[in-house]
């Protein structure tokens, strides 16, 4: 079993910047990609940003490029987001997840989640 919790989650006002975090524990060697979701209110769960647990490979939809940024440290067994630039649509919960599989934008690749941070921007 792997268990995920976020943190750093908060009100931000547009144009401000937040970094998420989640701490990995338990069987955490088995983790192969660490990716980032989100969800807003009356909307699908959407994909946000992966990366592969040693670092080398990350992967971004073309909407989350530029603003978003995914690090791991794998010291702290720790996985990162750093949001910049942020607007009032990006307001949403904001869900840690962790695979045994390659990278991937697929929420059904992924096996364990956290419980989510709620992410609010205010205009």
């Known amino acids: 079993q792997v268990q995920l919790v976020e943190s750093g989650g908060g009100l931000v006002q547009a144009g401000g910047s937040l970094r998420l975090s989640c701490a990995a524990s338990g069987r955490t060697f088995s983790i192969y990609t660490m990716g980032w979701f989100r969800q807003a209110p009356g909307k699908e769960r959407e994909f946000v940003a992966a990366i592969t647990r040693n670092g080398g490979s990350t992967y971004y939809p073309d909407s989350m490029k530029g603003r978003f940024s995914i690090s791991a440290d794998n010291t702290k067994n720790t996985l990162y987001l750093q949001m910049s630039s942020l607007k009032p649509e990006d307001t949403a919960i904001y869900y840690c997840?962790?695979?045994?599989?390659?990278?991937?934008?697929?929420?059904?690749?992924?096996?364990?989640w956290g419980q989510g941070t709620q992410v609010t921007v205010s205009s």
């Open positions: 997840a962790a695979s045994f599989l390659r990278l991937s934008s697929i929420r059904n690749d992924y096996k364990y």
